[in-house]
């Protein structure tokens, strides 16, 4: 089993950065995908970005494409997610979620799942 905490939510004004950590525990996480989805109230859960467990490979939607940046440190067992220039369409909870298997846009295809960070960028 693998446990995911997520931290470093806040309000934040339009044009501002922000980073997300999302640190994992039970099983080191060198060897999972991680991901980034984000849901805002009455909205699906949206893929914000995610990385291959090498850290070799990202992928992101065109919504966030060059404002945000996702890494990890697996020595930390952490991923991080730096947001920048946020909107106030960036609003949401963000959460992370892990899977040995999968990185990409699919949450269907992560088995865990952190309890989510809010986000709110103010206009």
């Known amino acids: 089993q693998v446990q995911l905490v997520e931290s470093g939510g806040g309000l934040v004004q339009a044009g501002g950065p922000l980073r997300l950590s999302c640190v994992a525990s039970?099983?080191?996480?060198?060897?999972?995908?991680m991901g980034w989805f984000r849901q805002a109230p009455g909205k699906e859960r949206e893929f914000v970005a995610a990385?291959?467990?090498?850290?070799?490979?990202?992928v992101y939607p065109d919504s966030v494409k060059g404002r945000f940046t996702i890494s990890r440190d697996n020595a930390k067992n952490t991923v991080f997610l730096q947001m920048n220039s946020l909107k106030p369409e960036d609003t949401g909870v963000y959460y992370c979620?892990?899977?040995?298997?999968?990185?990409?846009?699919?949450?269907?295809?992560?088995?865990?799942w952190g309890q989510g960070t809010q986000v709110t960028v103010s206009s």
């Open positions: 039970g099983r080191t996480i060198s060897s999972y995908g």
């Open positions: 990385i291959k467990w090498s850290g070799g490979s990202t």
């Open positions: 979620a892990a899977d040995r298997n999968y990185y990409g846009a699919r949450y269907s295809e992560y088995d865990y």
